[in-house]
């Protein structure tokens, strides 16, 4: 499955998602590719150290080179690539769905997939299903940026267990 995970900068939500779903499907032996994006970028940004410290603080992420990331704006074909697009927010599902009307049955918020899809079903009934509800801006996954540390961990800590139980909900 190709999933891509999307924010605003691509610098710390997405990020931080992205490389919890990889490390989840290193160690779960799932087939997942996956990629992140911004909906408005600066192309080749890093990730601010404090996102780094988040993703450190996360003892189950393993061994990753963090470092390596590079922000990278949203195109039409990074959403054509993704089986599922998983949304910081619903303005990011949005905006996604406006730049790939035709997939935007596979774009959802995270929050909001791990809340309604149906376990034990097909990815594509999942997205069916959760695709078709309002979009819930108070299911958005808050923006750290401008916080301190404790903000990106606390982002941090929501992100791992919405990548744990999308993982468990796609997996059954």
Same mark, same amino acid.
């Given at each position: 499955?190709?999933?891509?995970?999307?924010? %605003?900068?691509?610098?710390?939500?997405?990020?931080?998602?992205?490389?919890?779903? %990889?490390?989840?499907?290193?160690?779960?032996?799932?087939?997942?590719?996956?990629?992140?994006?911004?909906?408005?970028?600066?192309?080749?940004?890093?990730?601010?150290?404090?996102?780094?410290?988040?993703?450190?603080?996360?003892?189950?992420?393993?061994?990753?080179?963090?470092?390596?990331?590079?922000?990278?704006?949203? %195109?039409?074909?990074?959403?054509?690539?993704?089986?599922?697009?998983?949304?910081?927010?619903?303005?990011?599902?949005?905006?996604?769905?406006?730049?790939?009307?035709?997939?935007?049955?596979?774009?959802?918020?995270?929050?909001?997939?791990?809340?309604?899809?149906?376990?034990?079903?097909?990815?594509?009934?999942? &997205?069916?299903?959760?695709?078709?509800?309002?979009?819930?801006?108070?299911?958005?996954?808050?923006?750290?940026?401008?916080?301190?540390?404790?903000?990106?961990?606390?982002?941090?800590?929501?992100?791992?267990?919405?990548? &744990?139980?999308?993982?468990?909900?796609?997996?059954?």
């Amino acid at each position: 499955m190709n999933i891509l995970t999307v924010c %605003t900068g691509n610098v710390a939500r997405s990020a931080m998602l992205g490389f919890m779903l %990889t490390s989840i499907a290193r160690e779960s032996a799932s087939q997942w590719s996956v990629r992140s994006a911004g909906t408005h970028v600066i192309e080749g940004s890093t990730m601010s150290s404090r996102t780094r410290d988040a993703l450190l603080s996360v003892a189950e992420l393993g061994d990753h080179r963090f470092s390596a990331h590079r922000s990278h704006q949203l %195109t039409p074909r990074d959403v054509a690539w993704a089986d599922v697009v998983l949304a910081a927010e619903a303005d990011h599902v949005r905006f996604v769905r406006r730049l790939a009307p035709r997939e935007m049955a596979r774009v959802v918020q995270i929050r909001q997939f791990v809340l309604h899809a149906p376990p034990g079903e097909p990815i594509g009934r999942q &997205l069916a299903v959760v695709s078709g509800l309002e979009l819930d801006a108070t299911l958005d996954v808050a923006d750290p940026a401008g916080g301190d540390q404790g903000d990106y961990d606390a982002i941090a800590r929501s992100l791992w267990r919405l990548a &744990l139980d999308f993982a468990a909900l796609t997996s059954a």
